[in-house]
């Protein structure tokens, strides 16, 4: 069984700035983001009582950044939890297969980008949290 801390990471993206602005640089296949990104999406207009994710996948990393505003990502693997607060834009979470996700306590300029290892594939998300505990658990034995 990994640790939870084995399961997830924080990426310091560049950036890069002068009297014109601020440029964050996210690039894919293993320079920044570590898989080749399938997918790009964003969630906005949630507020701080609001909590979306609520899934773990199967198959699907993502790397979770708040290029606006701050929210908190609460992961969890089955055995524990740990808490992050998402609050630069130029900070990513790297986050592995088979963790469960709750995002919540957006700013009111909270904007989510996400990328994704995998298009979108509605069979492989575990969106039931008794049963990601059986699969997770299930899983473990036969390591």
């Known amino acids: 069984m990994k640790r939870l801390e084995e399961q997830f990471r924080i990426i310091e993206f560049k950036e890069y700035g002068d009297e014109r602005g601020n440029l964050v640089v996210a690039e894919g296949d293993n320079i920044d983001v570590p898989f080749n990104i399938k997918r790009v999406f964003y969630m906005y207009g949630s507020d701080d009582k609001i909590i ?5 996948n199967r198959r699907t990393e993502f790397v979770l950044i708040n290029v606006s505003g701050t929210s908190k990502v609460k992961m969890d693997n089955g055995h524990e939890t740990k808490v992050v607060e998402l609050n630069k834009p ?15 306590d957006f700013s009111e300029d909270s904007v989510l980008l996400v990328l994704a290892s995998e298009h979108y594939d509605g069979e492989e998300y575990i969106r039931d949290y008794d049963a ?12």
Do not use: C, P, S
């Open 132 to 143: 990601f505990l059986k699969e997770v658990r299930g899983n473990e034995k036969d390591e």
């Open 52 to 56: 979306r994710g609520q899934h773990a």
């Open 90 to 104: 130029r900070m990513g979470l790297y986050i592995e297969t088979m963790v469960w996700k709750d995002m919540y």
